[in-house]
């Protein structure tokens, strides 16, 4: 079964931190690198980090570098991303996202959450 579920995300604040997981089946974690995209009201949607199978390498929009971490945990079959120094222009819904290659090229993930919902006061 092919499947991905966000978790978390929720009402932040400007400067504070929150974190979303997606948790993804044992299918999607053996064979795909995962990404995360996200799509403010009104904007298109657009990256924000993926994560290659391995962990190893990892790649970030520069709109988010140095403030969010994307991580991912084998075993347990997630991906994390941790958001610090959150910003009002962070508000969007996440989604996460599995490819076979590590690119920040939506249309290169054949597999997509629902999304969930990020929103920073400010």
């Known amino acids: 079964q092919v499947s991905l579920e966000e978790f978390g995300g929720g009402l932040g604040q400007a400067g504070g931190s929150l974190s979303v997981a997606c948790a993804a089946s044992?299918?999607?974690?053996?064979?795909?690198?995962m990404g995360w995209f996200r799509q403010a009201p009104g904007k298109e949607r657009e990256f924000v980090s993926a994560?290659?199978?391995?962990?190893?390498?990892?790649i970030y929009a520069d709109s988010v570098k140095g403030r969010f971490t994307i991580s991912r945990d084998n075993a347990k079959k997630t991906v994390y991303l941790q958001m610090n120094s959150l910003k009002p222009e962070d508000t969007a819904v996440y989604f996460c996202?599995?490819?076979?290659?590590?690119?920040?090229?939506?249309?290169?993930?054949?597999?997509w959450g629902q999304g969930i919902q990020v929103t920073v006061s400010s």
């Open positions: 994560i290659h199978r391995s962990g190893d390498n990892k």
């Open positions: 996202a599995a490819g076979p290659e590590l690119t920040i090229e939506s249309d290169s993930y054949r597999y």
């Open positions: 044992v299918y999607i974690f053996r064979w795909y690198d």
